[in-house]
């Protein structure tokens, strides 16, 4: 596979999601090694001089005043690593992993951080060799950098730590050598600006906006199937309404929900002679939470992409002034912010689906569907538990979605006193988009099943051949059986894009 070539500080969101979900290998353009290596020149110098240079030649966090003699900047640095392997809990994914490499070496090709182009020689190397270090998702409170899981990723870098390659688990230096590249000997600086930076909140992040669009898409989708199940009507999804608001997300939602209903027999059948005058807001009212939920995760991602071409360790080097300043770049509330955003995005997405399902099992509401959408009630219980699972999540994705950017906690002795906590803001995201895909899933399968109630009345294309990529893996609910499988399957359908694909149609892009 040929590396996707990166130019620093100009990545776009198109090219990192590529890396995120193609697990692309790449490559800096070399126009940035320059800067890079003028930088790296600076720190030695400076690390040689009498002038105490923070995280240079001084002690780190409130041991700044400590002055460390030359000749031990390098136990300096790689005591730093070794000092920060305290992460713990369950080991990040491989993608996630990976797009943090990324935006590692992202942030160094800025020529700020004054590392040697040999680092960024072999980050990208152990990218393309499948050399993925194994880092506790747990320890970073988002501020003085990601410090605990960027120091799990850089451990393997100095032939400490473990990394995973051709799915096995080996001690670092193995891990690299399996490969044929060998740990290096950090130098000045070169430690402290491994650790300082966000790229471990930035790569859940960007983790969480990729999923929860794609879910986003999906609901588009799964909640046109929805509102033909329950005979609904697309009079609100008229242009006119739309443009009369102004917003993006609701217009792009509204167009896409039109394109995909477009030729159902379902409509057409009760559009003359129906005495409901409005559907519920569920229905009515999908393109303008959906839509919103759009605009959000979109203001969420230009942050990020922005976030992805920074420099965010500290100190910095300013090649142009000729000097090293400390800064706080590293202070991840950008992040934290975005992230609880991407948070809420998700949590309302849930929520409105939710009670789309709730709506279609409930005889007195779903117009003339069955009680839980079962051939023969009573007997048989139908989806009836399968929307109470649906309950529990929205419900868990309401607490999550509770701000995590406001949770400031004082650290290190004081010195970092205010905080992001955008690590667990953003890291939250995954298990929130996964109770999304398992909502949306179990509303594929109720609309799925309202619809072939109506026959010999048939949807439209579009979603009918939504309904058999589903039968595919999905009986219809004849009578009880074993339920488990079938969410699984149906969440995986959504969560693996088969619902976008089989629609055949164009979903709004995030960009």
Not at 218 to 236: E, F, K, Y
Not at 251 to 268: K, N, P, Q, W
Not at 290 to 306: F, H, K
Not at 394 to 407: F, I, Q
Request: a negative charge; hydrophobic letters at 45%; proline letters at 6%.
């Amino acid at each position: 596979m040929t590396p996707l070539m990166l130019v620093p500080g100009q990545v776009t969101l198109s090219q990192l999601a590529e890396i995120y979900w193609q697990e692309a290998t790449v490559s800096l353009d070399v126009s940035c090694k320059p800067k890079v290596e003028d930088a790296s020149r600076r720190i030695q110098i400076a690390a040689a001089g009498k002038e105490p240079v923070y995280g240079v030649n001084t002690g780190f966090g409130k041991l700044a005043s400590l002055k460390i003699a030359a000749k031990d900047t390098s136990t300096l640095q790689r005591n730093l690593i070794l000092s920060h392997c305290c992460g713990v809990g369950p080991a990040v994914s491989r993608r996630v992993t990976r797009l943090m490499m990324t935006l590692k070496l992202l942030s160094f090709g800025r020529g700020a951080s004054g590392v040697r182009w040999e680092l960024i020689e072999l980050l990208q190397q152990m990218l393309a060799h499948g050399v993925t270090p194994v880092i506790p998702a747990q320890g970073s409170v988002g501020a003085s950098g990601d410090l605990a899981p960027l120091a799990h990723m850089t451990a393997v870098i100095i032939g400490a730590g473990e990394a995973e390659v051709n799915g096995e688990t080996l001690p670092g230096d193995q891990a690299l050598r399996s490969v044929g590249l060998e740990p290096v000997e950090l130098g000045p600086k070169e430690g402290l600006a491994f650790i300082n930076g966000t790229q471990f909140s930035t790569a859940f992040a960007l983790a969480g906006l990729y999923e929860g669009w794609r879910a986003a898409q999906s609901a588009l989708v799964i909640s046109a199937l929805s509102t033909d199940a329950i005979m609904g009507s697309t009079a609100p999804l008229q242009p006119e309404i739309h443009t009369l608001r102004g917003h993006r997300g609701q217009t792009e939602a509204a167009s896409a929900m039109r394109a995909v209903l477009d030729g159902s027999e379902i409509r057409e059948s009760h559009r003359d002679g129906d005495t409901r005058v409005q559907d519920p807001y569920c229905i009515r009212c999908q393109p303008q939470v959906t839509g919103a939920a759009m605009d959000v995760l979109r203001q969420a991602a230009a942050t990020l992409e922005i976030e992805a071409n920074a420099a965010t360790d500290n100190p910095l080097v300013l090649t142009e002034a000729g000097t090293i300043v400390s800064g706080g770049n590293f202070h991840a509330e950008p992040v934290g912010f975005a992230a609880d955003m991407i948070a809420l995005a998700v949590s309302e997405i849930g929520a409105i689906a939710q009670r789309r399902i709730a709506l279609m099992v409930d005889p007195t509401l779903s117009f003339d569907l069955p009680p839980f959408l079962t051939p023969e009630p009573g007997l048989n219980s139908g989806l009836m538990i399968a929307e109470v699972t649906t309950a529990a999540l929205m419900s868990e994705n309401k607490h999550l979605a509770n701000p995590c950017v406001t949770d400031s906690t004082p650290t290190s002795a004081n010195q970092e006193d205010h905080v992001s906590m955008a690590a667990h803001g953003a890291r939250r995201l995954t298990r929130m988009v996964e109770n999304l895909s398992y909502i949306l899933g179990v509303e594929l399968l109720c609309a799925a099943q309202g619809v072939e109630f109506r026959a010999p009345l048939a949807t439209s294309t579009p979603l009918q051949q939504v309904i058999t990529r589903l039968r595919v893996d999905i009986p219809p609910l004849v009578e009880d059986r074993y339920m488990a499988p079938d969410l699984e399957s149906s969440k995986k359908l959504v969560a693996d894009g088969a619902i976008l694909q089989a629609v055949g149609t164009v979903m709004p892009g995030l960009v």
